[in-house]
């Protein structure tokens, strides 16, 4: 599996940080219907019920992810993690975006844990990953995004620099149809989560909505 480490200075400013890993290979495709007829029909609606009402400092997931934010200098109510922008749009009544056969899966993972996950094309990705804080001027060009400032946010990196983070993820890893060696990271800020469990779940979705094989699973510590 895919070298990842978390920098261990991190840990020292808040030690709830983990990274639930999954690594596989799919054949991306389009958007699948009947994926979404199930979505629409019974999954969303039973996260609209579940999120009713509620802070969202007071849902699961995206507590500790808010907490994080705070812990590293990021306004949380400016700089809102992927997930919350997710369940936003869901309250909202607003449809989401359909992307293709993998992202819809992490999107769908996301929306019922409330932690942010993350998928990237491990051919864009050179050497060990490391999760780290952004330096002053890092930040990349977001998938349907112009440039992100990502100085303090904790990103992923690699030998080419910072592609990814709990906020929005880069073009640059970004996952497109065709047949692709995948890296889904969940990114957990929160210690009361099963994360194993978790990667369970997620593991079983991508293998029945986007026809994942050789899934591999690991947490990071």
């Known amino acids: 599996m895919q070298e990842i480490s978390i920098d261990r200075d991190l840990l020292t400013v808040y030690p709830d940080i983990r990274l639930g890993c999954l690594q596989f290979s ?12 199930m979505l629409d029909s019974t999954v969303l609606p039973e996260i609209q019920e579940k999120i009713a009402g509620k802070e969202w ?11 994080a934010y705070k812990a590293f200098g990021r306004n949380p109510g400016r700089w809102r993690v992927s ?10 009544g607003d449809s989401l ?3 293709n056969s993998v992202v819809d899966v ?32 890092e930040g990349y060009d977001g998938i349907g995004k112009e440039f992100l ?22 073009r640059r890893a970004m996952v497109t149809e065709g047949h692709r060696e995948i890296l889904s990271v969940i990114y957990c800020f ?8 978790l990667l369970q779940k997620a593991s079983q979705a991508f293998r029945q909505y986007a026809g994942a094989v050789d899934v591999e699973t690991r947490i990071v510590p």
Do not use: C, T
Not at 57 to 67: D, H, K, Q, V
Not at 113 to 130: A, E, M, N, T
Not at 151 to 162: F, P, R, S
Not at 190 to 197: F, H, N, R, T, V
């Open 26 to 37: 799919a054949d991306v495709r389009a958007s699948d219907e009947h994926f979404w007829q």
């Open 106 to 137: 992490n999107n769908l993972i996301s929306l019922e844990s409330g932690l942010s996950v993350g998928s990237y094309d491990l051919r864009q990705i050179q050497g060990p990953i490391r999760l780290r804080k952004g330096g002053p001027g």
């Open 190 to 197: 929160e210690a009361g989560i099963d994360l194993e469990q």
């Open 149 to 170: 400032d990502m100085e303090n946010m904790l990103v992923l990196a690699d030998e080419q620099g910072i592609f990814g983070s709990s906020m929005s993820d880069s």
């Open 57 to 67: 400092s007071e849902i699961p997931g995206i507590r500790g992810s808010r907490l």
């Open 83 to 92: 997930s919350e922008a997710l369940l936003r749009r869901v309250r909202r």
């Open 97 to 99: 975006y359909h992307v």
